[in-house]
């Protein structure tokens, strides 16, 4: 995750709309990786 949290910080010298255009990328997989902790680890 650390490679994530880069671009994040490398994200905040860029315009914001494509800011957003990359956060909208990357929602779909952090998703997917809470659906698989959830499935590992129900509540």
């Keep these: ?5 880069n671009i994040l910080e490398d994200l905040k010298v860029i ?3 494509q800011q ?3 956060v909208k990328s990357v929602a779909e ?3 997917s990786l ?4 959830l499935q590992k ?3």
Aim: glycine share 0%; charged share 25%.
């Design 15 to 17: 315009p914001v709309d």
């Design 34 to 37: 809470t659906d698989l902790l």
């Design 41 to 43: 680890n129900p509540a």
């Design 1 to 5: 995750m650390n490679i994530t949290e």
């Design 29 to 31: 997989i952090y998703r």
């Design 20 to 22: 957003e255009l990359y």
